[in-house]
């Protein structure tokens, strides 16, 4: 069980680690890192290249076609066999290459860069390599730092730690060194800092209490790792139609055998025969033609700023219908932004955003910006924080009282150089306040104030408004702190500003500082004459309000799951169109399962809530049989992302691992981009259905030729080499060239594909019965006719006529998903590719490889009547699908009116 090192008092806290004020000695920290181990997250095994390569020939399918190989080899057919062994091992290279390139995808967890840090060995300070810390070491920390292990404070002067990426708390930490409740959450334990996270201010000391797997970032690595990678709904998909195919074409094969041996056939006739069958029911093409247009899908995602790291994810995206989403630095821009400012009596409201431009208004009406020059000034002055070149370096409070100042007109460089900073009362959490004493000329020296509103209040006596100053009574202070509660209400971080005319007799700055100490800070930071109220926020991101709509009108609910406290995530929840209702991380902890799983249903914000929460509500949601994604950036986010069926991280705000824990890397941070990308998952979903319906059509018809001709005794009308040419190639080429097909213009309009419906859905089984059958019956009706004057023609007639078919039902295919007839130019060209080829192989040489022979006139004469009956059977099939289509929409209505 951990320690709560954080409700101990330091005393305690150096007892139970064996450790004091002067840390360890070289020799016992040597001695502990032998126990301990170094200050590092542990990798997890790496799979090798051959095991990933043998893993390409772990489908049903392919031993089918591995077993038709040594068949066709012991029965002579050297030809054939080389070529069903060259397909299996060009797909096994295939898949090989795109899950190496995945495993090269090394885990941030695995490669965080270890950095040195400052240590008390031996009782001096020294410069340490951070993997080599343990626990009872003595650190110090100060701004810009990451913090190297889970540590206690000590000792701390106006220390802020941005512990975002680990908590969701969208402000610096404020902390302190007193020990706090036991079972407090780990957002709010003031006196710990945590491994990973960022001092934003300040500087401090603290005794390291826990290292490597112990700390907090380790626990999430140690969750992560416990997280099982599941398939996705695609893929089992993919793996069951696979094994239902195998099964039926062994059952098929294992049936046709006795019957062929029966009517006389001998054994190796019967054999060929049934690898024939087992040739042309096997789709070969149908791996390689996935992973291909999922390759294909993720280019074109990344040029919708959506970097995808494992690709059978993104049909999943299709699948999508809850988006539980991080708030900061997610829906929200993670940078505060002054929105509304209280001065002179007036509520004024700040446009702008996060810039230097922007205006400000008063009941819809704009304001001479230097009207507010008093407030302005005072904010960007009592300010530690710069804006450099357009980088800012600082506290983002004090950030966005510059930007402020910055869209009044008024420049910090500039004001510093007017009123020159001569000393300063730091803030401090205790103080809750900061002051800055600045040289005004002509004896008018000022100290200008700003702090949390309850605290500067007390230390005022007069207000400013309308250009005098007046005497600050009970009332109008009671009216001050009203404006507060009201600001507060809408999630603005208030902070009050005021300042003071002082008289300093010194001449230099240094007698003036001296004069400032005796006075003493009690005496400069009273009889205050207060100005103002800045009100800031970090902002919903302007485009995440239309993306959550846009999401909402394709049937996909948004969950906003936050480390913030509960105001916050309600008031921005309003403003971006959340609706339900709002649980607390301590709601959630006193759940049952039952309830939870009830809450699910109602709640779209749940607020203060730590990792392990994440997880419970995905697992609540997935067993509703949602397909649910995660979004989010910080390493708080790393295990929802892993356990979450599409994982989706921020690339310029996200953690490495948040990142490596992801499927989908979002390059602009933008929420926006998951709408996209569900977009584009939809309809590769389509393309992967569209040829789906063009290989399984075409293999349907196959197996029927074979079938039928070999049990009635017309020998066999397609050979294997010439199955595999058609199913590689022939349909191969325009099965690709569908992988890039746009989608329809109605995409979003649909409702998510649910987790019962099967790529070959009750319309697509139509489709494919339809297409296989028409495609037999022409076939064969060529076939017979061929035989009348030799089986080398029947056989040509019957192999050109399935090319020419397949290749004309990809345009009644593609017109069922609203796709225009002329938008794909790579299909044509695949489509012309094929034909050509084909036209090579009739009258080249090559001929004799496929036992064909050239073709008359006469020939493709009859060919074409066949093309004109199969494009009228396809026109027959729109008209009956769109009946389909009609009476079960009818269906839908009536039982939803139930």
């Known amino acids: 069980m951990k320690e709560n090192w954080h409700s101990l008092n330091i005393s305690d806290v150096y007892t139970k680690l064996d450790s004091s004020e002067k840390g360890l000695s070289q020799k016992e920290a040597e001695r502990r890192l032998e126990k301990h181990g170094k200050n590092e997250i542990e990798e997890e095994e790496v799979a090798s290249p051959l095991k990933i390569f043998l893993e390409q020939f772990q489908d049903f399918l392919i031993w089918i076609l591995i077993a038709a190989t040594v068949i066709s080899f012991f029965a002579d057919r050297r030809i054939d066999a080389y070529l069903i062994l060259t397909i299996i091992l060009a797909n096994g290279i295939f898949g090989f290459v795109q899950d190496w390139k995945a495993e090269q995808s090394i885990q941030a967890l695995k490669e965080m860069a270890s950095l040195e840090t400052v240590a008390l060995r031996d009782g001096r300070k020294r410069k340490i390599d951070s993997i080599d810390l343990v ?28 512990e975002s990426t680990l908590t969701g708390e969208s402000l610096a930490v404020n902390k302190k060194v007193h020990p706090v409740e036991k079972g407090i959450e780990l957002a709010e334990r003031e006196n710990m800092i945590y491994k990973e996270t960022t001092v934003t201010k300040g500087r ?158 008063r009941e819809g009406k704009k304001m001479d910006a230097s009207e507010l020059e008093s407030i ?111 600001f507060a209400d809408e999630a603005l971080r208030v902070l009050a500003v005021a300042y003071k005319d002082l008289t300093l007799e010194g001449d230099t700055e240094e007698d003036k500082k001296e004069e400032i100490e005796e006075r003493g800070e009690e005496e400069i930071e009273r009889n205050l004459i207060f100005l103002g109220l800045q009100g800031m ?47 607390t991380g301590r709601e959630l902890e006193t759940m049952s399962e039952k309830e939870l799983s009830e809450k699910v249903k109602e709640a779209d914000i749940f607020a203060r809530v730590s990792p392990s929460h994440k997880v419970k509500i995905l697992r609540a949601l997935k067993d509703q049989g949602h397909v649910v994604a995660m979004t989010g950036d910080g390493v708080n986010d790393a295990p929802a992302l892993k356990e979450s069926d599409v ?32 977009e584009e998952g939809r309809g590769i979903f389509d393309n992967i259905r569209k040829f789906v319906n063009l290989l399984l059509s075409g293999n349907m018809g196959e197996v029927l030729i074979v079938l039928i001709a070999s049990l009635v005794g017309l020998g066999l009308p397609l050979t294997a080499v010439m199955l595999l040419w058609v199913n ?26 649910g987790q019962d ?78 034909l050509v080829m084909h036209i090579v192989i009739l009258y080249t040489p090559m001929r004799a490889y496929f036992k064909v022979v050239p073709l ?3 020939s493709w004469v009859m060919i074409s009547v066949g093309a004109v009956i199969f494009f009228g059977a396809m026109v027959l099939m729109r008209i009956i699908e769109n009946k389909l289509l009609e009476n079960s929409e009818e269906i839908n209505r009536n039982e939803q009116r139930i």
């Open 135 to 162: 626990p009872g070491d003595i650190i110090f920390v100060t701004q810009g730092d990451s913090v190297p292990a889970d540590a206690r404070l000590v000792e701390q002067q106006n220390l802020e730690v941005d």
């Open 204 to 361: 401090g000391k603290a005794v390291v209490v826990e290292t490597s797997m112990d700390t907090e970032i380790g626990n999430i690595a140690t969750e992560l790792q416990k997280v099982e990678e599941e398939e996705t709904v695609f893929q089992k998909e993919v793996n069951d139609l696979g094994k239902k195919l195998g099964v039926m074409i062994l059952a098929i094969c294992a049936s046709l055998v006795p019957i062929l041996l029966f009517r006389d056939s001998n054994l190796l006739n019967a054999f060929i025969t049934a690898i024939a069958l087992a040739v042309a029911a096997v789709p070969e093409g149908l791996p390689a033609v996935v992973t291909l247009t999922l390759a294909l899908g993720t280019r074109k995602m990344l040029k919708r700023n959506a970097l995808v790291r494992r690709l059978p994810v993104i049909e999943s995206l299709g699948s999508v219908d809850v988006i539980c989403t991080d708030k900061t630095g997610t829906l929200t821009e993670s940078k505060m932004v002054v929105r509304k400012i209280l001065f002179g009596g007036k509520e004024i409201e700040v446009s702008g955003g996060y810039s230097r431009e922007g205006d400000f208004t």
């Open 376 to 486: 302005l000034e005072a904010g960007a002055l009592c300010n530690d924080s710069e804006i450099t070149d357009g980088e800012t370096i600082g506290d983002p409070t004090e950030i966005a009282l510059i930007q402020s100042a910055q869209k009044g007109g008024l420049e910090k460089e500039s004001l510093e150089e007017k009123y020159r900073r001569i000393d300063e009362i730091p803030f401090s959490s205790e103080r809750k306040m900061m002051t800055t004493v600045h040289e005004g000329g002509e004896g008018k020296d000022k100290a200008f104030v700003k702090g949390a509103p309850e605290v500067v209040l007390e230390k005022c006596d007069r207000y400013y408004e309308d250009g005098e100053i007046k005497e600050l009574d009970e009332e109008k202070k009671e009216g001050f702190v009203k404006k507060n509660e009201k």
């Open 537 to 583: 926020i970090d902002p919903p991101r302007e485009e995440v309000k239309d993306a959550i709509k846009a999401c909402r009108r394709a049937g996909i609910r948004t969950v906003m799951i936050t480390g913030d406290n509960a105001v916050t995530a309600r008031a921005i929840g309003k403003k971006l169109g959340f609706r339900g209702k709002v649980v």
């Open 647 to 678: 994982g989706t991280s921020m690339g310029e705000r996200g953690t490495d691992v948040a990142q490596q824990a992801s499927d989908i890397v979002l390059l602009d941070d933008n929420f926006a981009t998951i709408k996209n990308a569900i």
């Open 728 to 753: 590689l190639l022939t349909d191969g080429l325009p099965a690709l060239a569908l992988g890039v097909d746009p989608g329809s213009d109605e995409i979003m309009k649909r409702k998510p594909r």
């Open 757 to 834: 419906e099967n790529i070959i859905d009750r319309t697509l089984a139509f489709s494919i019965g339809w297409i296989g059958i028409w495609v037999t019956v022409i076939c064969l009706s060529l076939y017979r006719y061929g035989l009348t004057e030799s089986a080398s023609l029947a056989r040509t007639l019957t192999f050109t006529s399935l090319v020419v078919l397949e290749l004309i039902e990809v345009f009644p295919i593609r017109q069922r998903y609203g796709t225009r007839l002329w938008s794909n130019r790579w299909l044509g060209a695949a489509i012309l590719v094929s």
């Open 856 to 858: 008359g006139l006469d």
